[in-house]
């Protein structure tokens, strides 16, 4: 994906589909908010800000379609395990 | 996640790309990883992309953002070519995963997905392994197909 710049305005990380931010909070609060996934249902597509070989840059998960991806949450860096 | 960038080689010759994520901003990744992880990993430095899920947006669409915690658990989604998710297991952050069942169910679901489904892995199937034909004839009769003692030496 595109190299970003190492500047201090972070790109916020986005889920495909997901655009809460932009619905007025009331809408939001009728809404049944389904959290999580499960097994046979299709992965939600994400984009990030990611460290990548040495440089800054975005990483969407359907980039990768056509491929197998082992996705890998953990929590958080300069922990022990 | 320092073990599963070790051993990267492996998933790619599964043709798996892996992609990690945490709460960490980008640039914390970076100073992780030139501190760290790069002298754990035999290659020199995390070989993936370490993606940063500041807020947890991403982790709460995948269940595994605890809002207390302000962190993402341990969580590990496989999904297959068609972006389907196949495989997930969620952990408290004090254990790890074991590298070589992910490697192992990878295989697994490939294997299964190369047959069609027509054939199946039972447990702890490894490539080379029996594998079970779905269908009328095995109901009930997976007793003289397959046998734990296939797989697990009793102790």
């Known amino acids: 994906m595109s190299e970003g710049k190492a500047g201090c305005t972070v790109p916020a990380a986005e889920v495909e589909g997901a655009g809460a931010s932009a619905a007025p ?14 097994v046979g249902m299709k992965a939600p ?23 197998w991806v082992a996705l890998c949450f953990y929590p958080g860096d300069f922990t022990f395990v | ?31 992780w990883n030139d501190v760290e992880l790069s002298k754990m990993i035999e290659a020199g430095g995390v070989p993936f992309h370490m993606g940063s899920d500041g807020g947890g947006a991403i982790g709460t669409a995948y269940g595994v ?21 196949q495989a997930m297991e969620v952990l408290t ?11 192992r169910q990878i295989q697994a679901f490939q294997h299964v997905r190369k047959t069609g489904g027509g054939e199946v892995t ?34």
Not at chain 1, 25 to 38: A, D, L, Y
Not at chain 2, 93 to 103: A, K, S
């Open chain 1, 45 to 67: 597509d994400f984009t990030a800000p990611a460290f990548y070989k040495g440089g800054f840059t975005t990483v969407k998960l359907s980039q990768f379609a056509g491929k």
């Open chain 2, 93 to 103: 952050p004090p254990v790890g995963r074991n590298v070589d069942e992910t490697l």
């Open chain 1, 25 to 38: 909070i009331e809408e939001v609060k009728k809404e049944v908010v389904r959290m999580g996934v499960t």
């Open chain 2, 122 to 155: 039972p447990s702890g199937w490894t490539p080379g392994g029996k594998v079970l034909k779905p269908g009328p004839d095995l109901v009930g009769n997976v007793w003289r197909e397959w046998s734990p003692k296939d797989v697990y030496g009793k102790k």
């Open chain 2, 65 to 85: 953002y605890n809002a207390a915690m302000g962190v993402d658990v341990r969580g590990r989604f496989l999904i297959d070519p068609d972006g389907v998710i």
């Open chain 2, 1 to 31: 996640m320092s073990a599963v960038a070790d051993r990267y080689a492996e998933f790619q010759a599964l043709g798996t790309e892996v992609i990690s994520m945490s709460v960490d901003s980008q640039f914390v990744h970076k100073v």
